[in-house]
């Protein structure tokens, strides 16, 4: 075998182990500035509330974008609501019911919760939905959510007896 082709092959091999499968890009991990603050604007901790209720978003020393752009110190917002378990740095955050994604940017929603105790606490994803390095998450917060007001009983005049 001549020894170019045997180069050839060894680097094909060693390329084959190291880099990711199928062409993915490796990002290197989003690093927040370390006077990054993540908030919740509204409501504020411990607020009572009925009904449906708008939420706002809040970031200082940082910018907010649209998912996939990898712009240094930008990400979106991700809402986690009633969500106890630890946040896993090295994964993407999750879509669902619990977990919301503001992907095109937003700073602010509004949430129709069921009557009760909920938490809620904002984590900044990057380009990718990847927590920053270090973690930058709010407070939790906890609201409650009130039942509906049930309607008064009419009340009826003299004229109507």
Known sequence: MPAAFKARFAAAVL??????????????????????????????D?????????VRFGLRNMGVTHAGD???NMGHHHLL??????????????TDRQHLHFGAGQ????????????TLQLVLGDADHRPFKPLLVSKKITVTVLPPRRP????????QR
């Open 152 to 159: 008064r009983p009419a009340q009826t005049s003299r004229a």
């Open 107 to 118: 700073t602010e929603t509004r949430l129709d919760l069921p009557p009760g105790r909920h």
């Open 81 to 94: 609501v009633d969500v106890d378990e630890e946040i896993d740095p090295a994964e993407p955050l999750p």
């Open 46 to 54: 411990g607020q009572r509330i009925r009904g449906s209720f708008p």
């Open 70 to 72: 990898a712009t240094p």
């Open 15 to 44: 390329a084959s182990v190291l880099l990711p499968p199928w062409g993915e890009a490796v990002r290197a991990e989003s690093t927040a500035p370390a006077d990054a603050f993540l908030y919740i604007i509204y409501p504020r």
